[in-house]
Protein backbone atom coordinates (compact mmCIF):
# COMPACT_ATOMS: atom_id res chain seq x y z
CA UNK A 1 0.00 0.00 0.00
CA UNK A 2 1.60 3.64 -0.61
CA UNK A 3 -0.28 6.48 1.08
CA UNK A 4 -0.02 10.37 -0.37
CA UNK A 5 -0.05 13.32 1.38
CA UNK A 6 -2.06 15.94 -0.13
CA UNK A 7 0.45 18.34 1.17
CA UNK A 8 3.47 16.20 -1.35
CA UNK A 9 -0.06 16.57 -4.07
CA UNK A 10 0.17 20.32 -3.08
CA UNK A 11 3.56 20.76 -3.86
CA UNK A 12 3.63 19.34 -7.32
CA UNK A 13 0.63 21.61 -7.95
CA UNK A 14 2.85 24.40 -6.39
CA UNK A 15 6.07 23.87 -9.13
CA UNK A 16 3.62 23.73 -12.08
CA UNK A 17 2.21 26.59 -10.95
CA UNK A 18 5.17 28.40 -11.18
CA UNK A 19 6.08 26.77 -14.47
CA UNK A 20 2.79 28.34 -15.66
CA UNK A 21 3.23 31.58 -14.73
CA UNK A 22 6.86 31.73 -16.12
CA UNK A 23 5.22 31.11 -18.97
CA UNK A 24 3.03 33.67 -19.03
CA UNK A 25 5.22 35.95 -17.92
CA UNK A 26 7.51 35.27 -21.07
CA UNK A 27 4.80 35.47 -23.17
CA UNK A 28 3.80 38.97 -21.56
CA UNK A 29 0.13 37.44 -20.52
CA UNK A 30 -0.94 38.77 -17.55
CA UNK A 31 -3.19 36.03 -15.69
CA UNK A 32 -5.97 36.15 -13.20
CA UNK A 33 -7.98 33.50 -11.29
CA UNK A 34 -11.36 34.14 -10.48
CA UNK A 35 -13.00 32.77 -7.58
CA UNK A 36 -16.49 32.24 -6.02
CA UNK A 37 -19.57 30.29 -5.86
CA UNK A 38 -21.71 29.39 -8.48
CA UNK A 39 -23.89 32.03 -9.36
CA UNK A 40 -21.87 34.56 -7.32
CA UNK A 41 -21.29 36.43 -11.47
CA UNK A 42 -18.22 35.26 -12.52
CA UNK A 43 -18.88 35.02 -15.83
CA UNK A 44 -21.18 38.41 -16.13
CA UNK A 45 -18.44 40.43 -14.39
CA UNK A 46 -16.22 39.13 -17.43
CA UNK A 47 -18.71 40.30 -19.74
CA UNK A 48 -18.39 43.37 -18.18
CA UNK A 49 -15.21 44.09 -17.62
CA UNK A 50 -14.39 43.09 -21.21
CA UNK A 51 -17.14 45.70 -22.41
CA UNK A 52 -15.45 48.03 -20.34
CA UNK A 53 -12.00 47.07 -21.25
CA UNK A 54 -13.02 47.42 -25.35
CA UNK A 55 -10.29 46.85 -27.61
CA UNK A 56 -7.30 48.19 -25.25
CA UNK A 57 -6.52 44.78 -24.17
CA UNK A 58 -6.05 41.00 -25.93
CA UNK A 59 -8.02 39.23 -23.70
CA UNK A 60 -8.14 35.08 -23.74
CA UNK A 61 -10.72 32.79 -21.07
CA UNK A 62 -10.22 29.49 -19.14
CA UNK A 63 -13.61 28.49 -18.38
CA UNK A 64 -13.36 25.62 -15.31
CA UNK A 65 -16.97 23.85 -14.73
CA UNK A 66 -17.74 20.27 -13.99
CA UNK A 67 -19.99 19.97 -16.84
CA UNK A 68 -20.85 21.32 -19.92
CA UNK A 69 -19.70 24.99 -22.00
CA UNK A 70 -22.33 27.36 -20.89
CA UNK A 71 -20.12 29.96 -19.82
CA UNK A 72 -17.78 29.46 -22.92
CA UNK A 73 -20.61 29.83 -24.30
CA UNK A 74 -20.98 33.24 -23.61
CA UNK A 75 -17.48 34.50 -24.30
CA UNK A 76 -17.38 32.46 -27.88
CA UNK A 77 -19.93 35.03 -28.47
CA UNK A 78 -18.46 38.05 -27.41
CA UNK A 79 -15.31 36.85 -30.29
CA UNK A 80 -12.77 36.01 -27.50
CA UNK A 81 -10.99 33.09 -27.55
CA UNK A 82 -11.93 30.78 -24.60
CA UNK A 83 -11.06 27.11 -23.07
CA UNK A 84 -13.40 24.89 -21.93
CA UNK A 85 -12.26 22.42 -18.81
CA UNK A 86 -14.69 19.83 -18.26
CA UNK A 87 -13.41 18.61 -14.58
CA UNK A 88 -15.36 15.82 -15.02
CA UNK A 89 -16.41 16.33 -10.93
CA UNK A 90 -13.27 17.43 -9.77
CA UNK A 91 -14.53 20.74 -7.76
CA UNK A 92 -11.96 22.96 -8.41
CA UNK A 93 -8.79 23.63 -11.23
CA UNK A 94 -5.54 22.31 -10.71
CA UNK A 95 -2.18 23.56 -12.62
CA UNK A 96 -1.92 20.88 -15.08
CA UNK A 97 -5.46 21.68 -16.22
CA UNK A 98 -4.18 25.12 -16.95
CA UNK A 99 -1.21 24.40 -18.36
CA UNK A 100 -3.21 21.89 -20.77
CA UNK A 101 -5.98 24.49 -21.30
CA UNK A 102 -3.11 26.98 -22.13
CA UNK A 103 -1.48 25.27 -25.09
CA UNK A 104 -4.90 26.47 -26.68
CA UNK A 105 -3.96 29.57 -27.04
CA UNK A 106 -1.14 31.58 -29.13
CA UNK A 107 0.22 33.14 -25.65
CA UNK A 108 2.27 36.25 -27.13
CA UNK A 109 -0.80 37.03 -28.70
CA UNK A 110 -2.37 37.74 -25.77
CA UNK A 111 -2.35 40.73 -23.06
CA UNK A 112 -4.65 39.18 -20.29
CA UNK A 113 -5.76 35.40 -19.31
CA UNK A 114 -8.66 34.96 -17.50
CA UNK A 115 -9.26 32.25 -15.35
CA UNK A 116 -12.44 30.91 -14.31
CA UNK A 117 -12.15 28.61 -11.73
CA UNK A 118 -14.92 26.20 -10.54
CA UNK A 119 -17.90 27.79 -8.61
CA UNK A 120 -16.45 26.79 -4.72
CA UNK A 121 -15.60 28.81 -2.11
CA UNK A 122 -13.44 25.58 -0.34
CA UNK A 123 -10.47 24.08 -2.23
CA UNK A 124 -9.82 26.72 -4.90
CA UNK A 125 -8.34 28.31 -2.05
CA UNK A 126 -5.62 25.54 -2.29
CA UNK A 127 -4.62 25.43 -5.58
CA UNK A 128 -1.76 28.13 -7.11
CA UNK A 129 -2.19 28.36 -11.04
CA UNK A 130 -0.05 30.00 -12.04
CA UNK A 131 -2.12 33.92 -11.45
CA UNK A 132 -0.44 36.66 -11.13
CA UNK A 133 -3.64 37.76 -9.25
CA UNK A 134 -6.64 36.23 -7.42
CA UNK A 135 -9.83 37.98 -7.45
CA UNK A 136 -12.43 36.67 -4.77
CA UNK A 137 -16.57 37.40 -5.44
CA UNK A 138 -19.20 37.27 -2.95
CA UNK A 139 -22.37 38.03 -4.21
CA UNK A 140 -25.41 40.08 -1.42
CA UNK A 141 -27.44 37.10 -1.55
CA UNK A 142 -24.98 34.09 -0.23
CA UNK A 143 -25.27 36.59 3.21
CA UNK A 144 -22.06 38.84 4.48
CA UNK A 145 -20.71 35.80 6.78
CA UNK A 146 -18.94 33.65 3.89
CA UNK A 147 -15.29 35.69 4.84
CA UNK A 148 -15.48 34.09 8.64
CA UNK A 149 -16.95 31.06 7.47
CA UNK A 150 -14.50 30.35 4.05
CA UNK A 151 -11.53 32.45 5.06
CA UNK A 152 -9.10 30.70 3.17
CA UNK A 153 -10.29 32.03 -0.45
CA UNK A 154 -10.60 35.42 0.67
CA UNK A 155 -7.05 35.36 2.51
CA UNK A 156 -5.16 34.22 -0.54
CA UNK A 157 -7.01 37.27 -2.74
CA UNK A 158 -5.49 40.73 -4.42
CA UNK A 159 -9.12 42.03 -4.72
CA UNK A 160 -12.87 41.11 -3.11
CA UNK A 161 -16.15 42.30 -5.73
CA UNK A 162 -18.52 42.02 -3.69
CA UNK A 163 -21.35 41.51 -6.62
CA UNK A 164 -25.01 42.30 -7.20
CA UNK A 165 -25.09 45.19 -4.92
CA UNK A 166 -28.40 46.36 -6.53
CA UNK A 167 -30.00 43.89 -4.33
CA UNK A 168 -28.29 45.24 -1.13
CA UNK A 169 -31.99 46.93 -0.61
CA UNK A 170 -33.32 43.54 -0.44
CA UNK A 171 -31.46 41.82 1.78
CA UNK A 172 -29.41 41.95 5.43
CA UNK A 173 -25.96 42.27 3.73
CA UNK A 174 -24.00 44.53 6.01
CA UNK A 175 -21.15 45.99 3.26
CA UNK A 176 -19.20 47.25 6.52
CA UNK A 177 -19.11 43.72 8.17
CA UNK A 178 -17.83 42.24 4.99
CA UNK A 179 -15.11 45.10 4.72
CA UNK A 180 -13.83 45.02 8.02
CA UNK A 181 -13.49 41.34 7.36
CA UNK A 182 -11.57 41.48 4.53
CA UNK A 183 -9.72 44.14 5.41
CA UNK A 184 -8.47 41.35 8.45
CA UNK A 185 -7.99 38.73 6.12
CA UNK A 186 -6.55 40.55 3.48
CA UNK A 187 -5.22 44.00 4.61
CA UNK A 188 -4.32 45.09 1.23
CA UNK A 189 -7.06 43.69 -1.35
CA UNK A 190 -8.72 46.07 -3.05
CA UNK A 191 -12.74 45.80 -2.02
CA UNK A 192 -15.25 46.64 -4.68
CA UNK A 193 -18.82 46.67 -4.75
CA UNK A 194 -20.12 45.75 -7.73
CA UNK A 195 -23.39 45.33 -9.95
CA UNK A 196 -22.54 44.35 -13.58
CA UNK A 197 -26.69 44.59 -14.12
CA UNK A 198 -27.06 48.17 -13.08
CA UNK A 199 -23.27 48.77 -14.69
CA UNK A 200 -21.66 49.88 -11.12
CA UNK A 201 -17.93 49.44 -9.72
CA UNK A 202 -16.87 47.79 -13.23
CA UNK A 203 -15.09 50.90 -14.46
CA UNK A 204 -13.17 50.70 -10.71
CA UNK A 205 -12.17 47.03 -11.40
CA UNK A 206 -11.30 47.54 -15.15
CA UNK A 207 -8.92 50.64 -13.91
CA UNK A 208 -7.28 48.53 -10.99
CA UNK A 209 -7.14 45.50 -13.46
CA UNK A 210 -5.14 48.15 -15.87
CA UNK A 211 -3.31 49.22 -13.35
CA UNK A 212 -1.81 46.06 -12.15
CA UNK A 213 -0.97 44.86 -15.35
CA UNK A 214 1.12 47.86 -16.02
CA UNK A 215 3.39 47.70 -12.76
CA UNK A 216 4.06 43.67 -13.61
MG1 LIG B 1 -19.75 31.18 -14.64
ZN1 LIG C 1 -11.99 20.79 -5.16
Known amino acids: MRIVAAKKILKANDQLAEENRRKFNA ?5 VNIVGSPGCGKTTLLE ?8 TVAPAVIEGDIAGSIDAERIDALGIPVVQIN ?10 MVQAAAEGF ?5 DL ?13 GFDLGEHLRIALLSVPEGDDKLAKY ?3 FRGSDALAITKVDLLPHF ?7 RSDMKALASKAKVFEVSAK ?12 GERMQAR
Open 27 to 31: AGAFC
Open 48 to 55: ALFAQLGG
Open 87 to 96: TDGACHLDAT
Open 106 to 110: DLPTL
Open 113 to 125: LMIENVGNLVCTA
Open 151 to 153: PAI
Open 172 to 178: DFDVARV
Open 198 to 209: AGTGIEEVAAWL
